[in-house]
Nanobody, 124 residues
Framework: QVQLEEAGGGLVQAGGSLRLSCAAS????????MGWFRQGPGKEREFVAA????????FTADSVKGRFTISRDNAKSTVYLQMNSLKSEDTAVYYC?????????????????WGQGTQVTVSS
């Protein structure tokens, strides 16, 4: 079965950096678009970033533009989220997701598979 496993979350001081990774198995990774979402306490899940199957195009939410970078390594079936200049508002559970279609990559409903999430906590 398909499995997406996030790693790299933790506690970091405001202004610091973290790199999240998501390793995929059970699917043809290079034929899926990948995305990152997050859900803070008491908030709905929101889009963070997406990358198409060959890495040729990326999309980032306005709230993280210029601070977060999404990338992928198809040989390792892994997608990454480099997070710099972290703010307290970035505190959330971060989820990776895989999509067969690239039509709705900024919406949760556009994805077919989801990871279990990794906690990122940014202290002030």
């Amino acid at each position: 079965q398909v499995q997406l496993e996030e790693a790299g979350g933790g506690l970091v001081q405001a202004g610091g950096s973290l790199r999240l990774s998501c390793a995929a198995s059970g699917l043809t990774f290079s034929r899926h678009h990948m995305g990152w979402f997050r859900q803070g306490p008491g908030k709905e899940r929101e889009f963070v970033a997406a990358i198409i199957w060959n890495g040729g195009n990326t999309f980032t939410a306005d709230s993280v533009k210029g601070r977060f970078t999404i990338s992928r390594d198809n040989a390792k079936s892994t997608v990454y989220l480099q997070m710099n200049s972290l703010k307290s508002e970035d505190t959330a559970v971060y989820y990776c997701a895989a999509a067969k279609s690239g039509l709705r990559l900024a919406a949760s409903s556009g994805y077919d598979y989801w990871g279990q999430g990794t906690q990122v906590t940014v202290s002030s």
